[in-house]
Nanobody
Framework: QVQLVESGGGSVQPGGSLTLSCATPGRPYDMAWFRQPPGKEREFVAAIRSRDTRQYYADAVKDRFTLSRDRTKYTVYLQMNSLTTEDTAVYYC???????????????????WGRGTQVTVSS
């Protein structure tokens, strides 16, 4: 069983920034972040494969969020800038192996999930 260690959620005012992190102790995985806004279904946010550095983003966060990886720590970071109230959600880290590009945005592509961390954007 792979345990994903998430951290970095919290409350911030509109226009502010937060950084989420997710660690997969022991080895690198294909990683993604999903989020579930209040009263809505979970949705894809961003993903990065273990074999390269290319990132994939949802249109709603592109140019505001940046996903990066520290290979030495098996950790990915989601830097979130220019946050709006629409970004309020529970953010989930997900990990998988051998995820092909066309499946990176699908929840079913990932075998392991974190418990989620709350991000609240309000004034």
């Amino acid at each position: 069983q792979v345990q994903l260690v998430e951290s970095g959620g919290g409350s911030v005012q509109p226009g502010g920034s937060l950084t989420l992190s997710c660690a997969t102790p022991g080895r690198p995985y294909d990683m993604a972040w999903f989020r579930q806004p209040p009263g809505k279904e979970r949705e894809f946010v961003a993903a990065i494969r273990s074999r390269d550095t290319r990132q994939y983003y949802a249109d709603a966060v592109k140019d505001r969020f940046t996903l990066s990886r520290d290979r030495t720590k098996y950790t990915v970071y989601l830097q979130m800038n220019s946050l709006t109230t629409e970004d309020t959600a529970v953010y989930y880290c997900a990990a998988g192996q051998g995820v092909i590009s066309s499946s990176l945005r699908r929840e079913s592509a990932y075998n392991y999930w974190g418990r989620g961390t709350q991000v609240t954007v309000s004034s």
